[in-house]
């Protein structure tokens, strides 16, 4: 927990990889190397991407590889650290097929997503698993004949998809309730995905799913570059909160640059959004920052330059050293939260720890 801040600050792992190989034990000491100059820092938690593998890996290998690796993080001194996961559907694990053999699998495959979150959870209260896992990541529809579908078409086109989704989703959610994780859906840029683009098309999705609880994650690079401005960010956040925290869909917020790079110093509004947030948000901050590191590198055609990770690339400017731009985005946040509180606390006192 920031000392600064009373909030719990998460940093992800998109930083340095897409892919933490648990099978791989050579590569699990160089995420430790990381955790531990992360948690040097002052961070309480990490976002670690739980990357898909080929069909034919049996789920209860994935789990059995990821639950050794979370013991080689407890032997190495991290038991405490929080870890949340982000997952992504693939279109052969797709729950918003027309095809029911098509969406069994993908709810087995969520499961597994769910079990591995749980294991590297261990004894934390409601790990996280979020991501865009409605509808396969990236995988654009065209018609019969090739061309692209868009616009009014690909919200008719996602009508019945998410209609075949619901049912999954929401026995995942009865799963995940089980399970002790908490569910937080995040809608994804129209450039990278289809929809769901919107903090809005998530919880209008999420009213049909009624059994146990789901949430929302609100990522402000997507809320940037992809929602329809500052009055219907403040109409959704008050939409998904629910001060019963059974019933709250705030799941999740990702701090994040509209460029997805450096975050001390970017294009965010933080006044807008932390005003909103801060009153009424109980869980933790997400940094979330992509590196210029394969598949992110050609997939979000990046032109900047790596951040340099020590220990994995050839040393660099200190300005552009991963643990660098990892402090300073931790210093910003707290920094933006203290301005905010300052502010309001002029109206109401601010609430003690979450």
Request: with cysteine; hydrophobic share 40%; net charge negative.
């Amino acid at each position: 927990m920031s000392p600064a801040t009373n909030r719990e600050i998460y940093f992800s792992f998109f930083m340095f990889t897409a892919d933490l190989q648990p099978e791989n034990t050579s590569y699990t000491q160089v995420l430790i190397r990381h955790l531990d100059e992360l948690a040097k820092r002052g961070f309480d938690g990490v976002d670690l991407h739980i990357a898909a593998r080929a069909a034919t890996v049996k789920h209860s290998d994935e789990i059995e590889s990821y639950r050794r690796l979370k013991k080689a993080f407890d032997d190495a001194g991290f038991k405490n650290m929080k870890f949340a996961t982000n997952v992504v559907t693939t279109q052969f694990f797709d729950p918003t097929s027309p095809y029911k053999e098509q969406r069994d699998r993908a709810l087995l495959y969520l499961k597994s997503r769910v079990d591995i979150t749980s294991v590297l959870g261990g004894d934390s209260n409601e790990p996280i698993m979020s991501g865009p896992f409605i509808y396969p990541y990236g995988a654009f529809p065209f018609t019969d004949l090739g061309e692209p579908i868009w616009s009014d078409a690909l919200l008719d086109w996602m009508r019945p998809r998410y209609q075949a989704a619901q049912p999954i989703i929401e026995e995942l959610t009865v799963y995940a309730q089980k399970k002790g994780v908490k569910l937080a859906i995040e809608p994804v840029k129209s450039w990278e995905t289809p929809p769901p683009n919107m903090v809005s098309e998530v919880l209008n999705f999420l009213d049909g799913v009624k059994k146990a609880p789901c949430g929302v994650t609100v990522d402000t690079a997507q809320v940037l570059m992809e929602s329809q401005g500052p009055v219907v960010f403040k109409e959704n956040v008050a939409r998904a909160f629910n001060p019963d925290p059974h019933k709250d869909r705030l799941s999740y917020i990702h701090i994040s640059a509209p460029d997805r790079g450096a975050i001390h110093d970017s294009w965010i509004p933080w006044d807008i959004m932390l005003r909103e947030l801060e009153p009424i948000y109980r869980g933790p901050y997400l940094l979330e920052v992509f590196n210029a590191i394969p598949p992110f590198d050609s997939s979000m055609r990046m032109t900047r330059r790596r951040f340099w990770r020590p220990g994995e690339d050839p040393d660099g400017p200190t300005e552009l050293s991963a643990y660098y731009i990892a402090e300073a985005a931790l210093k910003e946040l707290q920094t933006r939260i203290d301005r905010v509180w300052h502010d309001l606390s002029k109206r109401s006192p601010r609430p003690g720890k979450v």
